[in-house]
């Protein structure tokens, strides 16, 4: 490797922010954008060194999801589409810390310490999403990568899933899907129709929908999409991102599940789903106004265990025998969890918060369903069992040929909004279900997360899959005690904390039978952890 490009434009272009310490953390770098430059040059090196260690195509996606729009970021992809390794999120942060000076010799290092071969070629498929700093931001990883000797493949201003399928067909010899942006929209929407089919006699189940693009690149591929779904689903877009609202705000999925309201943007009427993405597009949250124009909130949870539950039936219907799984966090509502696992039968498994972890447990099944209760999920197939469902199909059973098209509808390098959104239509057309009739499938306990400010979070650690918290020592026992109280011992509460990983605040989390129990268990949490953790500013109340 040549790094004379790599010194020359560390010193003119792109030198380092005196005072910033960057950290790859759970979703990546993520701050705001005028503090990124040079870390998105640093990670266009890194993505070339990690493709070289990797011998295969790496991709690298510019966005920072469901914050504002004057932040942005980066994540690396590896070649399955997943997560970039645990391991090398250090490396990453070293090289984003790097002096100008020591950057070259930082890059050797991990060269060396990787042990890889410099002369292995290195592609890196690159994706943005809509923000303002979006092509700033683009030039900068493009020249990092070229500054080393990296060939780029350039998705262009795509959703984050659309960069994860990109980056598997890339490697797979395109077995996944075509590797461009019309191979994924086409790939789904074939799947997606052949699935629907020509009218039916649904009685319940409406094809109308309104779709709450978040002012984002969701809005733009679901613009592109529309037209070649519009046979089975009529689609009203709102926040497409054309117009002049501001990307996430007051809309968008991350919006609709944390206030619990309506978005912004979207004509409030009764009775008709709507459907929001976040700004990149990875999670999804349906929502509806009822005839008293309440709020509804149909959530990942909710997601999840409908696809669990449909994918069971079908199995069953198919006689395949094949074992499913559902994985979610800490933050899934119990009346999911007991749903699932009471009621519909299927084993529950719980990860840590990100989206890596839930990955991870979801792999132990033959079929694993993960999300997290903020819309982030997918389905996992193992190579087994898509060979059982396929010879199944392959020998005429049709419950299994359908199985395969609901393989094709589903996107399993990652959560991806737009094919969650297709799986869920698939399914209620399927049932006849309104999204009244879906809602009532159980009743979510009343629940509330918060954030508390801390001199320092991390002096919380956390163990059980961030149910229970190690230390402060004796913050744990204080939750106990409460949740031991009369006011919540018989009041199905539950509640824990957790340091975030994406921005310098606690969580808390609280849920109980009644809106004014989970309340009132959240600000006593809050109030525990303020005063156990060293809290900043007003104690809650
Ligand atoms: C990141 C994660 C998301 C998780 C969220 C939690 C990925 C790609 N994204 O956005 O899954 O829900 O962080 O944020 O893993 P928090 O740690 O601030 O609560
Ligand atoms: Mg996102």
Not at 13 to 20: D, G, N, P, Q
Not at 41 to 48: D, K
Not at 402 to 412: F, G, P, T
Not at 479 to 496: G, K, P, Q, V, Y
Request: overall charge negative; hydrophobic content about 40%.
């Amino acid at each position: 490797m040549d790094f004379q490009s790599l010194e020359k434009l560390t010193a003119e272009k792109y030198k380092k922010h005196a005072s910033r310490t960057f950290n790859y953390g759970t979703a990546g770098f993520r701050t705001k954008a005028d503090d990124l430059e040079t870390v998105l040059f640093r990670m266009g090196v890194l993505a070339v060194v990690r493709s070289k260690a990797m011998k295969a195509h790496i991709g690298m996606m510019i966005t920072a999801s469901h914050n504002p729009a004057c932040d942005n970021g980066v994540k690396i992809v590896d070649p399955r589409g997943e997560m970039m390794a645990v391991a090398w999120e250090e490396h990453a942060t070293v090289l984003a810390n790097a002096e100008d000076l020591q950057l070259v010799a930082a890059v050797q290092q991990l060269l060396q310490q990787e042990n890889i071969n410099q002369q292995q070629p290195a592609i890196v498929v690159v994706g943005r999403d809509t923000r303002p700093s979006s092509d700033v931001l683009h030039a900068a990883a493009v020249a990092g990568v070229r500054a080393v000797g990296g060939q780029v493949v350039e998705c262009g201003v795509v959703t984050t899933p659309i960069l994860h399928y990109r980056v598997v067909c890339a490697n797979d010899g395109g077995s996944y899907g075509t590797p461009t942006n019309e191979g994924y929209s086409k790939k789904l929407a074939d799947a997606f129709l052949k699935l629907q089919g020509t009218g039916g006699s649904q009685s319940r189940y409406s094809s109308g929908l309104q779709f709450d693009g978040a002012n984002g690149v969701g809005g733009c591929q679901m613009s592109i999409m529309a037209p070649s779904l519009a046979a089975a689903l009529t689609i009203t877009q709102y926040n497409d991102g054309k117009g002049d609202g501001v990307l996430n705000y007051k809309c968008g999925a991350d919006h609709v599940k944390t206030t619990q309201s309506w978005p912004g943007g979207v004509p409030a009427t009764a009775g008709t789903r709507c459907v929001s993405v976040d700004g990149d597009a990875d999670r999804v949250i349906y929502s509806f106004l009822d005839s008293n124009g309440a709020f509804h909130l149909l959530d990942g949870d909710r997601i999840a265990t409908l696809i669990a539950g449909y994918l069971k039936q079908l199995l069953t219907r198919a006689q395949v025998s094949l074992k499913l799984g559902l994985i979610q966090t800490a933050y899934a509502n119990g009346a999911s969890t007991q749903y699932i696992n009471g009621t519909l039968g299927v084993p529950v498994g719980c990860a840590k918060t990100g989206v890596k972890f839930l990955h991870h447990m979801a792999l132990d099944y033959d079929i694993g369903v993960y999300f997290e209760a903020n819309g982030h999920g997918t389905v996992l197939f193992s190579d087994a069992a898509k060979k059982s469902i396929r010879e199944a199909a392959a020998a005429g059973n049709s419950v299994a040929e359908r199985l395969c098209s609901v393989i094709d509808v589903i996107n399993e390098t990652v959560g991806d909004a737009i094919s969650d959104m297709l799986l869920v239509e698939v399914i209620l057309k399927e049932q006849d279900w309104s999204v009244e009739d879906w809602n009532k499938q159980y009743t979510d306990l009343p629940n509330r997360l918060v954030k508390v400010l801390v001199a320092d979070r991390s002096v919380i650690s956390t163990t059980n899959a961030e149910r229970s918290c190690v230390t402060p020592a004796a913050l744990q026992p204080a939750i106990d005690n409460l949740l031991r109280s009369t006011e919540f011992a018989t009041a199905n509460a539950r509640a824990f904390c957790r340091p975030s990983g994406t921005e310098d605040v606690v969580r808390v989390y609280a849920e109980a039978s009644t809106r004014e129990l989970a309340d009132s268990l959240s600000t006593k949490v809050s109030q525990l952890v303020f005063d156990h953790a060293g809290g900043v500013g007003a104690r809650p109340k």
